[in-house]
């Protein structure tokens, strides 16, 4: 089982006793902290919807009511207990829509990651790699560059989400930068890349999506600029 398979496996079922996952884990750091990562959200998350309903609510509320000036007719009664069972039902359902963002959020970075770790000769490449090679790369994936993004070492194609995508290095100030580039529109807002080995952004782009990964600490906001300014779809030439 390799890290993607087990990262996707960990977003559908995190308590899996499959050997093959308990294995990887035991034997990747990297994915041993996302099973730590996931569980310890799993807690603040029922942390936040159990909400401790206070010995006898029902019966103080109708005991309140009943010492109104005027009372209320016991549909009334029923429509306030109704309200509030909806609030609470609301609130549950408010952070189930909220956990389900995050763990698609999360299953994304984590295929990120997933590729960086299976592409180790594309951050260890140290060949500049010209403007015109880059476009060639890109050509058959639908995008290209109309500028520069840095010293590029690697170029080259991948899968993502059964889509060809561009495959990018570029040089940091402290550590190789990888940029992963698709014409599919993976999110709707920027999401954020943490884990102990890496950072990153995943943002969209006109109808396509950019990725950013690399050690902590590395500024990738220049980097975002210029990929950001340069790329562009072959098929609608729109950034």
């Known amino acids: 089982m390799n890290c993607m398979e087990f990262r996707r496996m960990l977003l559908t079922d995190p308590r899996s006793?499959?050997?093959?996952?308990?294995?990887?884990?035991?034997?990747?750091?990297e994915c041993a902290e996302a099973v730590a990562r996931s569980a310890r959200f799993e807690r603040r998350l029922a942390e936040a919807v159990n909400v401790e309903v206070p010995e006898n609510l029902a019966s103080r509320i109708l005991l309140k009511q009943s010492f109104e000036p005027q009372p209320r007719p016991a549909w009334w009664r029923s429509a306030r207990l109704l309200a509030l069972a909806a609030s609470l039902l609301l609130m549950v359902?408010?952070?189930?829509?909220?956990?389900?963002?995050?763990?698609?959020?999360q299953q994304l970075a984590d295929e990120f990651v997933a590729l960086v770790n299976g592409a180790p000769y594309a951050l260890s490449a140290t060949r500049a790699v010209s403007g015109s090679e880059i476009s060639a790369t890109l050509e058959p994936t639908g995008l290209d560059l109309a500028g520069t993004i840095g010293d590029?070492?690697?170029?080259?194609?991948?899968?993502?989400?059964?889509?060809?995508?561009?495959?990018?290095?570029?040089k940091g100030d402290t550590a190789p930068v990888t940029v992963f580039l698709m014409t599919d529109r993976l999110v709707e807002n920027r999401t954020r890349i943490r884990t102990a080995q890496y950072s990153g952004i995943v943002l969209p782009q006109g109808s396509g999506t950019i990725a950013i990964v690399s050690a902590p600490g590395e500024m990738l906001d220049d980097v975002e600029a210029r990929v950001r300014a340069a790329l562009?779809?072959?098929?609608?030439?729109d950034a």
């Open 152 to 170: 590029v070492t690697f170029a080259g194609r991948c899968i993502i989400r059964d889509k060809l995508s561009g495959h990018l290095v570029v």
């Open 232 to 237: 562009r779809f072959r098929s609608t030439r």
């Open 93 to 105: 359902g408010v952070a189930a829509l909220g956990w389900q963002s995050y763990r698609a959020q």
């Open 17 to 29: 006793s499959e050997p093959a996952f308990i294995e990887h884990r035991s034997h990747c750091p």
